[in-house]
């Protein structure tokens, strides 16, 4: 028989953390649901907080990929299922550990199986559903999320999502006269929680100096040549 001795805390804080840890560890070895806060990119943090047990839909790989960058720069793990165009380069920009993730790009008709197993035994998994997601399916991932105290991130829409996640608007800076280089992507992200609510910011994803952050609104660039997309 194994057991678990709690090493000596200096204070309150730590002694509650490591029993929060013990917990934890006991419900995934009971199998008993649980759910907990995950690292959220700052950029986020105000429009949404990550929690385990739950699934969040996104519009475009890049949100996925600003999603992922708060547990996986924590040291989580991750999975990428069905993104074949997922950009490592513009992933790591965000500050997502690519060696703690696994890419499956072309999981074909047996995404559903791949992408449960993966949630087995990651605590992160993105997934792009080749057609529309029934409950049924919703269902059977919503479970094994609780379960195994993992998180779901669709690229496309997902039953029942804890919150969703969408471009407004887009417009890249940098390019003068025709020529140039991209060096900022600004956005409007809007996100709906379960309960209806919406709310919206002004985001670089990245911004010039290549960092994920709000707009400041008290100082504004002028951007004369900014490329607008959809």
């Known amino acids: 028989m194994t057991v678990t001795t709690l090493p000596t805390a200096r204070n309150t804080e730590e002694r509650l953390a490591h029993i929060q840890e013990l917990r934890q560890r006991v419900h995934r070895m009971q199998g008993t649901a649980t759910s907990r806060p995950l ?46 165009d997922f950009g490592l380069e513009a992933a790591a920009g965000f500050g997502v550990d690519l060696d703690r993730t696994v890419l499956v790009p072309e999981p074909g008709d047996a995404w559903l199986e791949v992408a449960a197993a993966l949630i087995d035994v990651l605590p992160v998994v993105v997934v792009r559903p080749p057609a529309k997601v029934t409950q049924h399916q919703a269902a059977r991932l919503a479970s094994r999320l609780r379960q195994r105290d993992a998180l779901l991130i669709s690229v496309g829409d997902w039953p029942h999502a804890e919150g969703r996640l969408w471009v407004e608007e887009s417009s890249w800076i940098g390019i003068g006269r025709g020529h140039g280089r991209l060096t900022g992507h600004r956005l409007r992200v809007a996100v ?39």
């Open 39 to 84: 690292p959220t990119l700052p950029a986020l943090s105000e429009l949404i907080r990550l929690r385990t047990g739950a699934s969040y839909a996104v519009d475009r790989p890049g949100l996925a990929m600003a999603l992922m960058a708060g547990p996986s720069g924590a040291g989580s793990w991750s999975a990428v299922v069905g993104v074949s």
């Open 192 to 230: 709906q929680s379960q309960t209806g609510r919406q709310r919206d910011a002004e985001l670089w994803l990245p911004g010039e100096d290549l960092q994920a952050k709000v707009v400041d609104q008290r100082v504004e660039r002028s951007a004369p040549y900014a490329v607008r997309a959809g």
